[in-house]
T-cell receptor, first 117, second 110 residues
């Protein structure tokens, strides 16, 4: 089956510092990876959609300068939260698409919970 | 823009009760429709999807039918168990990503 691993599961950083989170797809080729932030106030916010060999598309209110993403191959992606502040708190989710099956279905990891002090 | 509305924010049931969660969508095209389930401390798990009008998706006793006429994809389960307690999300999808509803917290009591 399609498995997605995210790490770290939890991270705490000081305000103004940065942290990197990683996403690993196992058992399938992740042709696209969508990064979301889940918070109590805003449910799932799509940050960006990354497709291998294509430009990364960021949603409104999210920028490459703040959330740089790397998607170097069909099994791995990473995202960094630069200069994190309180409003960046939440559960960051990586959802990967299996290029061999249903085009829109995303398989999610357990998320990286970011706490900013 | 595209949106998904789940009518029930919270549902409390007893075991063996019938579950219905209402989901309606608004989209400019013909999206795929999804149900996901999220347990505490985990990411959302894919339950099932439907891609065309009148198609039924199902998994683990849950089912929903794509209804383009009423723009709905209501989730149903005939007999819930305590282990079904979780948050359920309806979503619509295009190539550019999934749009989720606000979720419905289901609590099943023995």
């Amino acid at each position: 089956g399609a498995l997605v691993y995210q790490y770290p599961r939890r991270t705490i950083c000081k305000s103004g510092t940065s942290m990197r989170m990683e996403c690993q797809a196992v058992g399938f080729q992740a042709t696209s990876v969508a990064w979301y932030r889940q918070s109590p106030q805003k449910t799932f916010e799509l940050i960006a959609l990354s497709t291998v060999n294509s430009a990364i598309k960021y949603e409104q209110n999210f920028t490459q300068e703040k959330f740089p993403i790397s998607h170097p191959n069909l099994s791995f992606s990473s995202m960094t939260v630069l200069n994190a502040y309180l409003e960046d708190r939440g559960l960051y989710l990586c959802g990967a698409r299996d290029g061999a099956s249903s085009a829109e279905t995303l398989y999610f990891g357990s998320g990286t919970r970011l706490t900013v002090l | 823009g595209d949106s998904v509305t789940q009518t029930e924010g919270q549902v409390a049931l007893s075991e063996e009760d019938f579950l219905t969660i209402h989901c309606n969508y608004s989209a400019s095209g013909y999206p795929a429709l999804f149900w996901y389930v999220q347990y505490p401390g985990e990411g959302p798990q894919f339950l099932f999807r439907a891609s065309r009008d009148k198609e039924k998706g199902s998994s683990r006793g849950f089912e929903a039918t794509y209804d383009k006429g009423t723009t709905s994809f209501h989730l149903r389960k005939a007999s819930v168990q305590e282990s079904d307690s979780a948050v359920y999300y309806c979503a619509l999808g295009f190539a550019q990503g999934l749009t989720f509803g606000l979720g419905t917290r289901v609590s099943v009591f023995p």
